[in-house]
């Protein structure tokens, strides 16, 4: 970083000894690394209530028939299509709310594995083959949750702060 009344540079880590210049870029990284790590939280609870809306919305377009998609509503009990889609409601709205996110995350996670090698494996080995993108993509942004946690604006989080 530049210290402006200094007009020289001003090494902000131990990577001086290498040089003003790797200095500056060793400082710059850092400096990045430590104003998005103050964001993790936030950033991680809105993909955390973004997932969950997502996957709540692919869940009630399967029971409820809204909103409406190309597949339509799927007749009750029909397995394994109509239960998945009511897992999906239940996990996406738990995820929403940050409410028992890790055990949500994990079943969100082996519900998706299951859903791909159930349904997409067979048509193509690749994702890209046998339309399986988004069931990996979900499989693995809920697995990612589940070891995370379930970041800020989770009600989880509140209850604990509550009851200490």
């Known amino acids: 970083m530049w210290d402006r009344r200094a007009k020289s540079p001003v090494p902000r880590c131990d990577h001086a000894a290498a040089g003003p210049r790797s200095a500056y870029r060793g400082s710059m990284t850092h400096s990045l690394e430590a104003r998005l790590g103050l964001l993790s939280p936030s950033v991680i609870g809105i993909c955390r209530i973004v997932f969950g809306f997502l996957w709540a919305l692919h869940g009630s377009a399967k029971v409820l028939g809204w909103p409406a998609s190309a597949n339509g509503r799927i007749p009750v009990g029909t397995w394994p299509y109509w239960w998945g889609g009511l897992i999906e409601i239940t996990i996406g709205v738990l995820l929403m709310l940050g409410l028992f996110t890790v055990p949500a995350a994990i079943l969100g996670s082996g519900t998706m594995a299951f ?50």
Request: proline share 6%.
């Open 115 to 164: 859903a791909y090698f159930t349904e997409h494996q067979p048509k193509g080995v690749l994702p890209i083959q046998n339309g399986g993108e988004l069931a990996v993509v979900y499989c693995f942004a809920f697995l990612l949750l589940a070891f995370v946690g379930p970041g800020a604006f989770a009600l989880q989080r509140r209850r604990a702060e509550g009851s200490t």
